[in-house]
């Protein structure tokens, strides 16, 4: 008897509580939001074929209006810029940016994560500490200039306040 119960009991765990514990249902949504209809073997199949260009075009460093015409605005700045690429650019160098660059090393792991995370705190702190000696200097220096209005008016007020008394011993 005590074998068929924990066998049942056994069993009732697997069906129902492990089942729940490794394949977790989720939340009921709540009552005002619509459900979409899903999509259909054409439509999933442009959806992974969209997905799978973006993908690939994300390892190319510099993502443009080639690879996302949907993002770009057609402007005639974009006409300007394509024609100024057009153009030898050894007068005007492009750097990449600081967010390139992380995302660049990102992709190469932690082992060029870490060198590239190490140079933008760097930067930052260089920009940070000059910015604090600045501002320490330009302190420092209207400390002096009032400290010398001081001086300079307990000065006169010495001399004027020997002037009068002078005068009146004469």
């Given at each position: ?7 049942r ?6 069906r129902?509580?492990l ?33 799978s ?10 993502i ?14 974009d ?18 940016s ?8 990102a ?13 933008v705190?760097?930067?930052r ?12 200097e ?15 008016s ?17």
């Amino acid at each position: 008897m005590k074998v068929k119960v924990v066998c049942r009991k056994v069993y009732d765990y697997i069906r129902y509580d492990l089942k729940e514990i490794a394949f977790p249902s989720s939340l009921p949504d709540p009552p005002h939001i619509k459900k979409r209809r899903k999509l259909t073997w054409h439509e999933r199949w442009l959806v992974l074929k969209e997905a799978s260009r973006l993908y690939g075009a994300s390892w190319v460093r510099d993502i443009g209006p080639d690879l996302r015409p949907n993002d770009y605005k057609k402007d005639n700045d974009d006409v300007n810029a394509r024609e100024d690429a057009n153009q030898p650019t050894a007068d005007k160098p492009k750097e990449p940016s600081v967010l390139e660059d992380l995302a660049v090393a990102a992709r190469g792991g932690m082992e060029t994560l870490r060198p590239a995370l190490q140079r933008v705190y760097m930067t930052r702190a260089s920009a940070y500490r000059d910015g604090l000696k600045s501002f320490i200097e330009g302190y420092q220096e209207g400390i002096q200039q009032v400290m010398e209005k001081k001086d300079g008016s307990k000065t006169q007020a010495q001399q004027e306040g020997n002037d009068p008394k002078n005068s009146t011993s004469v």
